[in-house]
């Protein structure tokens, strides 16, 4: 199946700062990724639709300016933290697909802490 | 409001017997659906897809999909103490695009 990497695995940063997630498509093209955060024993919620070449869709709830996304190419997206403070500590995952209609693909997830 | 929905469980099953998991879903102009497997502390990984009415069988799971009655359901048979995870139902949001609607899951407990 497709591959989509997510780096880091985990992060810890200091409260204030800012932290950059990668997500990438490694053997397709994907124009549209999504970004999910999930926290404990909860379901997965998504965040924002990430569109190459133009601005991101966020869902309802979720600030754009706190979490900023960018998708520079048809196989990067990432996903910047700004100002990080404990309670945006989750498990964030981002996904792709490569057909419309058809399964999404995981990258790994990042365990962000922030302390 | 386009809606995916599952009972949450936890579902207690015993080792060597099937599990049945079941999903409902709002849109009937659904046309993609999808079992997922998700442990805990890792991202959901792809059991199974299914795209027209009937059942789809891969090894131990089977997938069953009635379009009429709009629902899905996956059976492992003989189930393992492996297979306890939380089991995520996807459906194609339609509208030719490519974004899925996630139920909530259900947590699956094999027992030995």
């Known amino acids: 199946g497709a591959v989509v990497s997510q780096h880091p695995s985990r992060v810890i940063c200091k409260s204030g700062t800012s932290v950059k997630i990668e997500c990438r498509s490694l053997d397709f093209q994907a124009t549209t990724m999504f970004w999910y955060r999930q926290f404990p024993k909860q379901s997965l919620m998504l965040m924002a639709t990430s569109n190459e070449g133009s601005k991101a869709t966020y869902e309802q709830g979720v600030e754009k300016d706190k979490f900023l996304i960018n998708h520079a190419s048809l196989t990067l997206s990432t996903l910047t933290v700004t100002s990080a403070h404990p309670e945006d500590s989750s498990f964030y995952i981002c996904?792709?697909?490569?057909?419309?209609?058809?399964?999404?693909?995981f990258g790994q997830g990042t365990r962000l802490t922030v302390v | 409001q386009k809606e995916v929905e599952q009972n949450s469980g936890p579902l207690s099953v015993p080792e060597g017997a099937i599990a049945s998991l079941n999903c409902t879903y709002s849109d009937r102009g659904s046309q993609s659906f999808f079992w997922y497997r998700q442990y805990s502390g890792k991202s959901p990984e792809l059991i199974m897809s299914i795209y027209s009415n009937g059942d789809k069988e891969d090894g131990r799971f089977t997938a069953q999909l009635n379009k009429a009655s709009q629902y899905v359901s996956l059976l492992i048979r003989d189930s393992q103490p492996s297979d306890s995870a939380t089991y995520l139902c996807?459906?194609?949001?339609?509208?030719?695009?490519?974004?899925?609607?996630w139920g909530a899951g259900t947590k699956l407990i094999i027992k030995p």
């Open positions: 996807a459906v194609n949001a339609g509208d030719s695009n490519y974004q899925l609607i």
């Open positions: 996904s792709a697909s490569f057909r419309i209609n058809t399964e999404a693909f």
